[in-house]
């Protein structure tokens, strides 16, 4: 009986360290306006674990549709057209101080093959990267020196570190071959987060997307080419 009883202490321990912590967290955290800022040099940057070689692979500014497709919000909508206005008028709005990276086609193929070629062993898990600002102003400024395109090994020190002057709070989900990094961003020193909104329209979204499975697959279709078309595709992710 003491063997059973240890048996299923174990188990459960096991079951309880594969469930993410922001799984448990989502719902304190979408109620809270507290969260935790740090200076640029200090906040937690992407992780890689012993995939080194995804260092190399890029990723790309998003267009305003790529973003609402990936997040799984609607378009933005005729504002002047007053008839069947949702409650939420956010989404009738994009998000204009919002930068996000999503995987380059060159990546999508680069985590297929590497995961072949390591029988695989080698991982297949993209990540998405948001920065959310607390004013349009400050996205303007910083787009205008961020690049275009980017390899995932620069952005901790070209995006995070580089970043001189601010502060950011981070949010990390995992979503089946997906993993989004979510960081808000305001000046140092500031208080409350004046965006915060926007900010929790996007975590909640992240939060209630369903996982993502291997969306390297769609791009053997013949009419499935983009990224923006994986992620917008009923394939790319399980319903």
């Not at 007053?82 to 193929?109: E, G, Q």
């Not at 090994?153 to 580089?162: D, F």
């Not at 071959?177 to 979204?205: H, K, M, P």
């Not at 939060?207 to 993502?212: A, D, I, K, Q």
């Amino acid at each position: 009986m003491e063997e059973e009883e240890k048996m299923k202490k174990n188990n459960n321990n096991k079951k309880q360290k594969h469930q993410h912590p922001n799984d448990h967290q989502a719902s304190k955290l979408l109620e809270s306006s507290d969260f935790l800022f740090k200076p640029c040099s200090e906040v937690k940057g992407l992780r890689f674990g012993g995939q080194f070689i995804t260092k190399s692979f890029t990723i790309r500014q998003a267009r305003t549709l790529e973003l609402l497709k990936l997040l799984s919000l609607p378009p933005p909508t005729n504002q002047n057209n007053n008839n069947n206005k949702p409650r939420n008028s956010k989404f009738l709005v994009p998000f204009s101080s919002t930068l996000a990276f999503i995987p380059t086609n060159f990546t999508i193929l680069a985590y297929h093959a590497w995961h072949t070629l390591t029988l695989g062993l080698g991982t297949k898990k993209s990540k998405v990267v948001l920065f959310v600002f607390e004013r349009e102003v400050m996205k303007k400024k910083v787009e205008e020196i961020w690049p275009l395109e980017i390899s995932l090994g620069e952005v901790n020190k070209k995006l995070i570190r580089g970043l001189k002057g601010f502060e950011m709070a981070r949010f990390k989900f995992r979503k089946g071959c997906v993993t989004f990094y979510v960081y808000a961003v305001r000046q140092v020193g500031g208080l409350g987060f004046s965006n915060v909104e926007d900010l929790r329209i996007i975590l909640q979204s992240v939060v209630s997307l369903n996982e993502f499975l291997d969306h390297t697959a769609v791009l053997a279709m013949p009419k499935q080419k983009s990224i923006k078309s994986s992620f917008s595709h009923p394939v790319g992710m399980a319903h």
